[in-house]
């Protein structure tokens, strides 16, 4: 922190409230805690992968049912390929939210 | 009658290649945005005049979100998304237009006449839709084979991190990005083919009261402002996902920090800190 003379010599309250006032007043601060941390981009627009990812949600699911309809009707094995499928398609569907989530945050 | 048709309505059939109306839409799209960039580009000047600068803001402002957002490697996707966007708005905005979806010519279908339109907005058909967004997925992969390399994309994408687990994340890995294709193509021709049908059925009613309640005459017009505002914002939401695909596609550790926080001095030691409780109760 930035100390001007008068603050200096009072007692940790008073340092609590210049700081207060300080950053109300948006004056920099400086901490020696560490380098300060890099100031990053703004991140992707998370709004959209948001929009996204709830569509993404109910399609993973209609397309695992849909391939595993599709592979039982041409093996003539209904329902095993459907249950399969539906299975997969609810697996990808936590999948996609975890692809999604992770590569944001790695970034 | 009040009829609109889910799928886009042949209107010529040379060879084997059926013409539709939307895709009438797509290359009125397409010659309209030629001829403005042959205009403009003709008489374009350093310190632009009002109509170039008109012309100049949503080109600027999308590409200065795409350098924003987009990472290091921005230069490289950013005439993409860009084109994406303007294109995208365009063919929304189409349907806009007097005269799209309402002037056609009339033909028998089940007993019934209709009106088959003789332009229909490029957007409102799914073939459209689902081939933007495959060049959209193609350009996302295309990106991420060329910084990370063929096989680096083909062993993240079908060999799981413990091998053994390939056979049962192969397929879920396949289904997801098949959801992105199908999630991206779906929800512009659902956006814009909505507003079609809600055009034409406040279209259809106001039509019908209009000789008793004129004022109702405006009610579209409300429906038409709105359709103005999806358009744009369907447009900024497929360009700006196909953006984040590429910028989650491309490797990690090149991800972009900005130049001026590298360029920052080392930190000074400070007098006072409150994230130490061990000195601010001393």
Redesign the interface.
């Known amino acids: ?3 001007t003379p008068d603050d ?1 010599g009072h007692g ?1 309250e008073d ?2 409230d210049t ?1 207060d006032w300080n950053q109300g007043n948006q004056i920099q601060v ?7 941390a ?8 998370n709004w ?2 948001a ?2 990812l709830g ?2 949600l109910g ?2 699911i209609i ?2 049912l849909l ?1 595993g309809l599709a592979v039982d009707n041409w093996l003539g094995t209904r329902p095993t390929f459907t249950l399969i499928g539906l299975v ?2 609810v ?2 569907a936590f ?2 939210i975890w ?2 989530a992770n ?2 945050m ?2 | 009658m009040l009829h609109v048709e889910i799928q886009a309505e042949p209107l010529l059939q040379i060879g084997p290649l059926t013409f539709t109306n939307s895709m009438v839409g797509a290359l009125l799209t397409t010659v309209l945005l030629l001829l403005a960039a042959w205009f403009f580009l003709r008489r374009a000047s350093l310190v632009p005049g009002r109509v170039q600068s008109l012309v100049e803001f949503p080109i600027e402002w999308t590409a200065q ?1 795409v350098k ?2 987009g ?1 290091t490697h921005w230069r490289s996707f950013a005439p993409l998304v860009v084109t994406i966007f303007i294109f995208v708005l365009l063919a929304n905005w189409i349907g806009l237009l007097p005269g799209v979806g309402t002037i056609g010519y009339h033909e028998m279908v089940n007993g019934e006449e209709v009106l088959v339109p003789f332009v229909r907005p490029a957007s409102a058909d799914l073939n459209f839709t689902l081939g933007l967004a495959l060049v959209s997925f193609f350009a996302f992969i295309g990106l991420g084979v060329r910084k990370g390399g063929v096989m680096t994309y083909l062993k993240h994408t079908f060999i799981a991190e413990p091998a053994y687990m390939t056979p049962l ?1 192969t ?3 396949i ?2 990005e ?3 294709v ?3 193509s ?2 512009l021709f659902g956006n814009v083919f909505a507003g079609e049908v809600l055009l034409a059925t406040m279209l259809f009613l106001t039509t019908a009261v209009v000789f008793v309640l004129p004022l109702a005459f405006f009610v579209p017009a409300v429906f038409l402002s709105l359709e103005l505002v999806f358009g744009f914002v369907q447009a900024l ?1 497929f360009a ?2 196909t ?2 695909y590429i ?2 596609a491309l490797p ?1 550790h090149e ?4 130049p ?3 360029a ?1 001095p ?11 409780p061990a000195r ?2 001393a």
């Open positions: 922190m930035t100390m200096r940790d340092h609590r700081e400086e901490r020696d805690d560490g380098p300060p890099p100031r990053r981009a703004i991140p992707t627009p959209g992968l929009f996204d569509l993404r399609l993973a397309i695992g391939l997969f398609g697996a990808a999948y996609t692809d999604v590569k944001s790695n970034r | 979100i924003d957002n990472g994340m397929p879920i890995h289904i997801s098949l959801s992105r199908i999630s991206l779906f929800r939401v700006f996902l953006m984040a910028v989650l990690e991800e972009h920090v900005q001026e926080a590298e920052e080392p930190p000074t030691h400070s007098t006072h800190s409150t994230a130490d601010g109760a």
